[in-house]
């Protein structure tokens, strides 16, 4: 298990992972490695879109990204920590999903849960643990929620267990969800997927890599990006948005 930290310090974001990977690893048999990003070489995105159009490894920019992959690769699970910086994520944090876009065209980590940490003084963490549970499922993660913890400072005994057991229990829903296979798509996810592969297959060609890797996933046939059991009512919904994607002009 892996937890992404955006913050520069280790003060509020990391106590918190730190405190969330001490719960996830008294269940046993469990190994968590808090990674800070501030000591990966992440440069900032040139919007080039090669990654889109070619492939990621036509990217100009050399750097920590694919080590930062290979450790996603490697992990059962990811947490996704952030302080929150003017009412959203760090910098540092939407830096690393604008380098990991193109896996929001081509997502992977299937049958792994995220969950999101957020440390904050006063207001507005739910909507960061929502983008950052989001955009984990973008990557093709299963978000399993997390918690926003309050870091203002001089703390109270109450706000101090009141962290801890918000901790606990995102740790205990996270415990749950490892090792489980992905679940089924919520519509919007269906939707998404369905509009996503009509496009691709009607606009683009062999030539672009998204192409490609819907093609080789065998993505253009299938109901989903991965087996799943979608039901009569979702399979119905899923032709319906297939005709939905063949009418939407962008
Ligand atoms: C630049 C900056 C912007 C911040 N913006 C917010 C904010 O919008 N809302 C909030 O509740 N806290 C905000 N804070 C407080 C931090 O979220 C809080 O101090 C948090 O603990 C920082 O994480 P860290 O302890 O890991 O550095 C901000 C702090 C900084 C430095």
Redesign the pocket.
Known sequence: MIAIIG???K????DAVVQFGEYLKSYGGIEFEPLFLHNYKLEFCTGCKLCFDKGEEFCPLKDDRDLLIDKMNQADGVVFAS?????HVSARMKNLFDRLAFIFHRPRFWGKPCAAIV???????DKLVDYLNSSGENLGFHAVGGCVVA??EPTTEAIRKKNEQKLQKAAAVFHKALGCPAPAPSLFRLLMFRISRTKIRSMLTEESRDFRYYQDNGWFVSDYYHETSLGFPKKALGRFFDVIGERITF
Do not use: E
């Open positions: 913050s520069q310090r003060k509020g974001t990391y302080p929150n910086y003017a009412f440390a904050q003084g006063i207001f507005g963490g870091t203002l």
